[in-house]
């Protein structure tokens, strides 16, 4: 009987095959085939339900685990396998939400200016956004209901409420 490391009844290199496919996906649960996040979760190859794996004092596990130069489990560049989605720049720190509400409150003041349909809201009980749409005659047509509105009285109900 020959001797090799491959497993038997499989064909020399199909282990191989095989491992590198598995590798390259992402690590799922051997028993319900769920992906695992936690590293705890991919060092055993379970999640923590099908392990059985309970918390009795309400903490989580840590494990700890050493920097990899990430050629453990491939020979490929880091640079090859991933290929950035976004190429721009990021935005360090997200908007707060008055500087988000000023943004907004000025685009509608442009649209609202330039005569061009803008949103203001919703309309509650169903849920519909409240949009205004110019008409030749100078003044505007409420979408969802079908009110028109002068100029001069949106502007007025737009300033009064702070949506321009």
């Known amino acids: 009987m020959q001797e090799n490391d491959n497993s038997p009844g499989m064909a020399p290199g199909l282990l191989n095959s095989v491992m590198e496919v598995m590798m390259d996906k992402q690590p799922r649960c ?46 490929k560049p880091l640079a090859q396998m991933q290929v ?3 190429t ?22 442009r649209l609202f200016e330039t005569r061009l349909p803008f949103q203001c809201g919703l309309v509650l009980p169903a849920r519909k956004p409240l949009v205004y749409i110019p008409l030749e005659d100078g003044s505007w047509r409420e979408e969802y209901s079908g009110r028109v ?16």
Do not use: W
């Not at 509105?149 to 321009?164: C, D, K, T």
């Open 30 to 75: 051997k028993k319900c085939g769920r992906r695992l996040k936690s590293p705890l979760s991919i060092a055993i190859g379970m999640g923590p339900k099908c392990a059985g794996i309970k918390s009795n004092s309400g903490r989580s596990v840590h494990v700890r685990s050493k920097p990899s130069s990430r050629t453990t489990y491939s020979d």
């Open 84 to 86: 950035p989605l976004f």
């Open 88 to 109: 721009g720049e990021l935005q360090k720190k997200g908007l707060s939400k008055r500087e988000l509400f000023r943004r907004r409150r000025e685009e509608r003041r």
């Open 149 to 164: 509105i002068s100029h001069e009285r949106l502007q007025q109900y737009l300033m009064r409420f702070r949506f321009i």
